[in-house]
């Protein structure tokens, strides 16, 4: 479900990245390091982008299949009030399967997210306020 939004509604700002803490090795660091310093990448974070851009392209196929045999939505899903409210209308609950982002409004109270989110497995990163993940912790998958 899509909503078109009047001009002048208030927009939520998506961050374009999500901050990852990994651990290293020193060796791995190392030639990380070294990498950099002999100019084939810019620093440490082009060399992991750039590492991780090239497995997920090797594993194209199979996320593929696994979007496909998951009925994942790719990239971006928002859920505002006004959507859920005609869910609740209908008397229907969703099951929400996202990678990437997905983003339930601020206008969403935890009542209405628990009464019309039946499932929700983000793969990818979750916008939610404290009280709606709250709400939905139990019926959260990963």
């Known amino acids: 479900m899509s909503e078109i ?3 002048d509604a208030p927009k939520l700002r998506v961050p374009e990245n999500e901050k990852v803490t990994i651990n290293l090795g020193y060796v791995d660091l190392g030639h990380i390091d070294l990498l950099v310093a002999e100019g084939f990448y810019s620093n440490r974070t082009d060399f992991i982008r750039t590492a991780i851009r090239n497995q997920l392209a090797a594993q194209q196929e199979a996320v593929r299949q696994v979007i ?4 994942l939505v790719l990239g971006l899903q928002r859920f505002g009030r006004s959507e859920l409210e005609a869910v ?3 008397g229907e609950a969703l099951d929400i399967r996202v990678l990437g982002l997905a983003v339930i409004e601020a ?4 009542d209405l997210a628990s009464a019309t989110i ?3 497995t983000v793969l990818g990163a979750l ?3 404290a ?3 709250s709400a939905l912790r139990g019926r959260m998958q990963t």
Do not use: F, G, M, W
């Not at 206008?107 to 935890?110: I, K, Y």
């Open 5 to 7: 939004l009047p001009a």
């Open 68 to 71: 496909t045999r998951k009925a």
């Open 88 to 90: 609740r209308r209908a």
């Open 107 to 110: 206008d969403v109270s935890a």
């Open 118 to 120: 039946a499932s929700l």
């Open 127 to 129: 916008q939610a306020s």
């Open 131 to 133: 009280e709606v993940k």
